[in-house]
């Protein structure tokens, strides 16, 4: 099923969403349309990682619409169109396994499960691979790899599912800071090549340029969304408006 190219890959309406009968974000409206790349921000807490999981299915929804694609989020089953790296992850299960097995799950989605990798899937998680920086890697074991490299290699996984929409929670996280400037690199040739992007972030300096949009999380209420100009106008009214000066 192909959804027409005037859906928003994202609609959210009156969207809540939390954990069992704890409720964390309320009263999301959001649309995230082909081509955006939106950095989600907030004070740690705020919410953020309930949303990108809530938006995936992964958290539960108290409230509200959700539609991927132009399809309810519950009869939703194109995953191969998205990409999702989260905030917490544990490749420790899968201690034997090395770089490059890792990165090939990233394609299991993508063909029947009888057919082995084809060239181009060898030729795509190589790729990918190599787009984080651990061509020099690819055959060690995960378990062998520091905490930053373990996350480029689930950045890489996701990448290798070539999806048209990437939603990544604190990819740079704990990644020092040539793999952040690497991945930036990445990130701005997926954005040329069309992927949209949710990624929630701390570092919005190393996305300049990139980022068409911004959407601010407090105590689980969105609080701005708008350009990256309008934020940096939003920042300086808080400021005033708080009694302090913004200084520069
Ligand atoms: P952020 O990503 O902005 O730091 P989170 O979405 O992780 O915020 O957390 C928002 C709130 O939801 C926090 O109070 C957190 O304790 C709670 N929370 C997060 N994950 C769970 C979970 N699996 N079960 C219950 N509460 C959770
Ligand atoms: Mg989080």
């Not at 939703?76 to 396994?97: C, K, M, N, W």
């Not at 972030?201 to 209420?221: F, K, Q, S, Y």
């Amino acid at each position: 099923m192909t959804t027409p190219s005037t859906s928003p890959l994202v609609r959210l309406r009156s969207a809540a969403f939390g954990y069992a009968d704890r409720p964390v974000v309320s009263g999301v409206d959001l649309d995230v349309s082909a081509g955006e790349v939106v950095a989600l921000l907030g004070p740690n807490g705020s919410g953020k990682s309930t949303l990108v999981r809530g938006i995936l299915g992964l958290a539960d929804r108290h409230a509200g619409e959700v539609e991927l694609f132009g399809t309810p989020l519950d009869r939703f089953d194109e995953h191969t169109r998205i990409g999702y790296v989260p905030q917490r992850h544990s490749l420790s299960a899968s201690v034997r396994a090395t770089v490059t097995e890792i990165v090939e799950v990233g394609r299991l989605p993508h063909r029947p499960w009888w057919r082995p990798s084809s060239r181009e899937d060898h030729a795509i998680v190589r790729e990918a691979v190599a787009d984080v920086g651990l061509g020099d890697r690819a055959h060690e074991e995960v378990a062998s790899l520091s905490g930053g490299q373990q996350r480029r290699v689930l950045i890489a996984r996701a990448l290798a599912g070539r999806p048209e929409m990437l939603v990544m929670d604190e990819p740079t996280a704990g990644v020092d800071r040539t793999s952040q400037e690497a991945l930036a690199v990445v990130l701005r040739r997926l954005a040329d090549r069309g992927t949209s992007m949710v990624v929630v972030t701390h570092e919005l300096e190393a996305l300049e340029g990139l980022v068409t949009r911004i959407v601010c999380l407090d105590t689980g209420h969105v609080d701005f969304d708008g350009s990256p100009a309008a934020y940096a106008e939003h920042l300086v009214r808080h400021a005033v408006g708080s009694g302090h000066h913004h200084a520069h």
